[in-house]
């Protein structure tokens, strides 16, 4: 019998990292000479892997240049982390509900764009790192929407996918939640409107950690 399992995606349903993203962005884009993109397009790109990010913020530039970008935005992000520059609550209602999931016997992972090292800093910050059994980064797949983050998690955690759940905010987790054949829940406060997440096929979007709860099922 498989083991029931719940992957959220981190930066827009974990924590709001928008500000910290966006500057991070922008510093990047400064120190290359190259005009920044605006804060919709960045916040579009969130979630996916970095390179393909930055393809997507600047599409005229060779796929070198957007691997000398990703690294540049590692930089700016790790330089903000020393200055105390990083802003990454969680949302409001999070830590209680995966607190209570856990508590209800079920398996949790995360499934994000960013790397190891982020992810690992982000979610021990918040005291919340060993209620998840699977962590699966960029650093280790192909960007989503690729399946490969989801079908990890599953082997990972001895689930299936008629047993997981896959809770993001934007059409990138929604549209690797199908692919890898389980149920999508988007959350609307994070980096992608509700109409977008319905559009990409979403089973249910949650406006708030309360209603995320019932869309999940969770006593």
């Known amino acids: 019998m498989s083991n029931r399992l719940i992957v959220f995606d981190c930066d827009g349903t974990l924590v709001d990292s928008q500000h910290s993203i966006c500057t991070a962005m922008v510093r990047t884009f400064e120190e290359a000479k190259l005009p920044p993109p605006d804060r919709l397009a960045i916040l579009s790109a969130v979630g996916l892997s970095l ?42 209602g999070m830590a209680e509900l995966v607190q209570e999931l856990d508590a209800a016997g079920w398996l949790l992972g995360v499934a994000t764009g960013k790397s190891d090292r982020g992810l690992n800093l982000c979610l021990t910050h918040h005291g919340i790192i ?39 905010d934007t059409s990138f987790d929604i549209d690797m939640a199908l692919a890898a054949g389980v149920r999508a829940i988007g959350v609307g406060w994070g980096y992608h409107l509700p109409d977008e997440l319905v559009a990409a096929g979403a089973h249910a979007v949650a406006m708030d950690s309360g209603q995320l709860r019932g869309h999940i099922g969770a006593p």
């Not at 240049?65 to 982390?81: C, E, I, N, S, T």
């Not at 962590?135 to 047993?163: I, N, V, Y």
């Open 130 to 168: 060993d209620r998840f059994v699977t962590l699966q980064t960029a650093d280790r797949h192909p960007s989503k929407p690729h399946p490969s983050m989801l079908l990890t998690a599953m082997a990972e955690a001895g689930a299936a996918p008629d047993t997981t759940i896959m809770i993001g």
């Open 51 to 92: 390179p393909v990010a930055m393809a997507r913020l600047l599409p005229q530039a060779d796929r070198d240049y957007h691997d000398h970008l990703a690294d540049r935005y590692k930089l700016a992000f790790q330089a903000m982390r020393r200055e105390q520059g990083v802003q990454e609550p969680l949302y409001p």
